[in-house]
């Protein structure tokens, strides 16, 4: 049963988004260990550039 929880509870992350960062830690580390050319995030600016990617632009219904 505990193991239903935790399986319930990575996907509540997953689809909140709050494992995002954690995400972006395991494809850094798979993709882009020891490139110069992309710098590990903090988490505070891996946030800051998430909500402006999420929220830039124009938002509207019409």
């Known amino acids: 049963m505990p193991n ?3 399986k ?3 996907l509540l992350r ?4 709050d494992d995002a ?3 972006y830690l395991s494809h850094y580390a798979l ?3 020891g490139n110069d050319e992309h710098p590990l995030l903090s988490k505070a600016e ?3 550039q998430w ?3 999420k929220w830039n632009g124009i938002k ?3």
């Open 4 to 6: 239903c929880f935790k």
């Open 8 to 10: 319930a509870w990575r």
């Open 14 to 17: 997953r689809l909140s988004g």
């Open 21 to 23: 960062y954690e995400q």
């Open 31 to 33: 993709k882009h260990s």
């Open 46 to 48: 891996f946030f800051k």
């Open 51 to 53: 909500q402006d990617e």
């Open 60 to 62: 509207r219904c019409c």
